[in-house]
């Protein structure tokens, strides 16, 4: 069956050093991967999507790698900052019928000690 | 620009008693979908509409759940009858569908169900 989930469940990471959570997914017939972040108390935020026919893309601190031989995917994020202590879940989306299904990851903690 | 809303934010109930949740997405927004996320998992999806149509309601214990979008704007989820196991937040979220190809879900803040 399909299935998206994550290595580690909680990472911790110094103020200012990189973080790298990573995912790894089962359906090779995804057409996009997407990052959501979720603070506390909060929905889920969109942070970043990958086309699957891309295997790196790159915003605002955050760069995602996608190794579709490995099934693997990644989020980095650069001079990491209290503000982005949060749980992250990768996603896919593939097409279901005539339209696009999102199914989520069971999600990583980030911890950033200061 | 407003957000997704929801209500009510928590809600308390005895099981086998009937709970309804409320969301109003995005203006303009043709997609809504409604998620159940238990304590430290990822959001299940629960149903998908198209304006007032179903696309995907097949997570839906249709048993007990019921969702409705009647005129394609905003959308209520009912549970009859509550199981403990139904303790969970209910994250409702709207997409836009115009035009590029739009990956980007906006969430309300959900509603926290806790079953007893």
């Known amino acids: 069956g399909e299935s998206v989930g994550l290595h580690l469940p909680t990472l911790s990471v110094q103020e200012g050093d990189n973080s790298i959570i990573n995912c790894a997914y089962s359906n090779s017939a995804s057409d996009y991967f997407i990052w959501y972040k979720q603070e506390s108390g909060k929905g889920p935020q969109f942070i970043i999507d990958i086309r699957s026919n891309m295997d790196k893309r790159q915003g605002q601190r955050v760069t995602v790698l996608l190794n579709k031989t490995v099934k693997h995917l990644s989020l980095q994020i650069a001079a990491t900052q209290p503000g982005d202590s949060a749980v992250y879940f990768c996603a896919e989306k593939g097409k279901l019928g005539g339209y696009q299904k999102v199914t989520f990851g069971t999600g990583t903690k980030l911890q950033v000690i200061p | 620009e407003a957000g997704v809303a929801q209500s009510p934010r928590y809600k308390i109930i005895e099981k086998r008693q009937s709970v309804a949740f409320w969301c109003n997405p995005i203006s303009g927004h043709a997609t809504l979908y409604w998620y159940q996320q238990i304590l430290g998992q990822g959001p299940k999806l629960l149903i998908q509409?198209?304006?007032?149509?179903?696309?995907?309601d097949s997570q839906l214990p249709k048993d007990r759940f019921s969702a409705e979008r009647l005129k394609g704007v905003d959308s209520t989820l009912k549970i009859q009858p509550a199981k403990l196991e139904d303790s969970a937040v209910y994250l409702c979220a709207s997409s836009s569908t115009r035009g590029r190809v739009v990956n980007e879900q906006f969430f309300g803040p959900g509603t926290r169900l806790t079953v007893l």
């Open positions: 509409f198209q304006n007032n149509g179903v696309v995907d």
